[in-house]
């Protein structure tokens, strides 16, 4: 009797003792770290602005006063500098995006070997100064008119530096912006299957161009939109071209009242920060596509019999 209860007891499986003053980590411990990290961060960021905030508020002899804001569409050449840059903004937008959609599009549909190559090109502009793209730009400016007066590109030279609209200060935003877009549109390009999406498209009778615009183009929303906040926010903080070749655009205004009304400066610097933020947050939420819910309801069966 005692063997066949030895044979038919379960073996029991011995317990490893837990290693002596080290006790396992309990579960749900509050990670303090995060906490800090947040706060951190929110003093880093939120603390410059709100002492911007209580300085343009803050008038000495005055206490508490919002005249440095409520004289903000008062001021000489406000609306005519942030017309301008606005109006700049959508030019280069335009533009980057005519040049740098359709290339990069071709370069993976037919010409991948060149990726790299035009990789290099978009980002030389971030091993240039602005001030040394600036210096070439003023040269050529120069040269210009005193070798060109009898052709037809003296009128040219002569326009592209009209202050009413500088076409100069697109061609330069333009190519301080291609870094910034050429990495956006890559990242959006690498997470579709570019060349199943065309062919499936051309199998359905679409012509090359209508795919493109189709089908491709809605699917690169979210890049597109981030592209262009880029290049919208890169403008406006833009000083060093503008101010060097003498344009007055909305960061260079912004510069020049700071000599006479200093908190009025700082008033609109803050109102040009918080209005970069609620477009960024604009078009993060046009950025998002349809979001599709799947049913975890398991589809009832019918028994037959």
């Given at each position: 009797?005692?063997?066949?209860?030895?044979?038919?007891?379960?073996?029991?499986?011995?317990v490893k003792p837990g290693k002596p003053?080290?006790?396992?980590?309990?579960?749900?411990?509050?990670?303090?770290?995060?906490?800090?990290?947040?706060?951190?961060?929110?003093?880093?960021?939120?603390?410059?602005?709100?002492?911007?905030?209580?300085?343009?508020?803050?008038?000495?002899?005055?206490?508490?006063?919002?005249?440095?804001?409520?004289?903000?569409?008062?001021?000489?050449?406000?609306?005519?500098?942030?017309?301008?840059?606005?109006?700049?903004?959508?030019?280069?937008?335009?533009?980057?995006?005519?040049?740098?959609?359709?290339?990069?599009?071709?370069?993976?549909?037919?010409?991948?070997?060149?990726?790299?190559?035009?990789?290099?090109?978009?980002?030389?502009?971030?091993?240039?100064?602005?001030?040394?793209?600036?210096?070439?730009?003023?040269?050529?400016?120069?040269?210009?008119?005193?070798?060109?007066?009898?052709?037809?590109?003296?009128?040219?030279?002569?326009?592209?530096?009209?202050?009413?609209?500088?076409?100069?200060?697109?061609?330069?935003?333009?190519?301080?912006?291609?870094?910034?877009?050429?990495?956006?549109?890559?990242?959006?390009?690498?997470?579709?299957?570019?060349?199943?999406?065309?062919?499936?498209?051309?199998?359905?009778?679409?012509?090359?161009?209508?795919?493109?615009?189709?089908?491709?183009?809605?699917?690169?929303?979210?890049?597109?939109?981030?592209?262009?906040?880029?290049?919208?926010?890169?403008?406006?903080?833009?000083?060093?071209?503008?101010?060097?070749?003498?344009?007055?655009?909305?960061?260079?205004?912004?510069?020049?009242?700071?000599?006479?009304?200093?908190?009025?400066?700082?008033?609109?610097?803050?109102?040009?920060?918080?209005?970069?933020?609620?477009?960024?947050?604009?078009?993060?939420?046009?950025?998002?596509?349809?979001?599709?819910?799947?049913?975890?309801?398991?589809?009832?069966?019918?028994?037959?019999?």
């Amino acid at each position: 009797m005692a063997a066949i209860a030895a044979t038919t007891a379960e073996p029991v499986k011995p317990v490893k003792p837990g290693k002596p003053g080290k006790p396992g980590k309990p579960k749900n411990r509050p990670r303090y770290w995060r906490g800090i990290v947040a706060v951190i961060a929110g003093l880093y960021f939120l603390g410059p602005l709100a002492a911007s905030v209580i300085f343009t508020v803050d008038v000495p002899n005055q206490g508490f006063t919002l005249s440095a804001y409520t004289g903000i569409l008062g001021a000489d050449g406000f609306l005519s500098s942030l017309r301008l840059t606005l109006e700049l903004a959508v030019a280069t937008i335009v533009v980057v995006l005519l040049l740098l959609v359709p290339a990069m599009i071709a370069i993976r549909l037919s010409a991948p070997r060149l990726r790299t190559l035009v990789e290099i090109l978009c980002s030389l502009p971030l091993v240039v100064p602005a001030v040394a793209l600036t210096a070439g730009i003023v040269s050529v400016l120069r040269w210009g008119p005193t070798k060109l007066a009898r052709t037809p590109l003296y009128e040219t030279i002569l326009q592209i530096q009209n202050p009413s609209f500088p076409v100069v200060l697109v061609l330069a935003y333009v190519l301080m912006a291609l870094p910034l877009a050429y990495r956006t549109l890559d990242a959006g390009l690498r997470a579709l299957d570019l060349v199943t999406l065309v062919e499936a498209a051309r199998n359905c009778g679409a012509s090359p161009a209508r795919a493109v615009l189709r089908v491709v183009l809605p699917n690169l929303r979210g890049a597109l939109l981030n592209t262009a906040f880029l290049t919208l926010a890169l403008v406006l903080g833009e000083y060093t071209v503008a101010a060097i070749l003498g344009f007055t655009p909305f960061a260079v205004w912004i510069v020049g009242i700071g000599g006479s009304q200093a908190q009025m400066s700082v008033a609109v610097s803050v109102l040009s920060l918080v209005l970069t933020w609620v477009l960024l947050l604009i078009l993060a939420a046009a950025g998002r596509g349809p979001s599709f819910r799947t049913s975890s309801r398991k589809p009832k069966v019918k028994e037959t019999s």
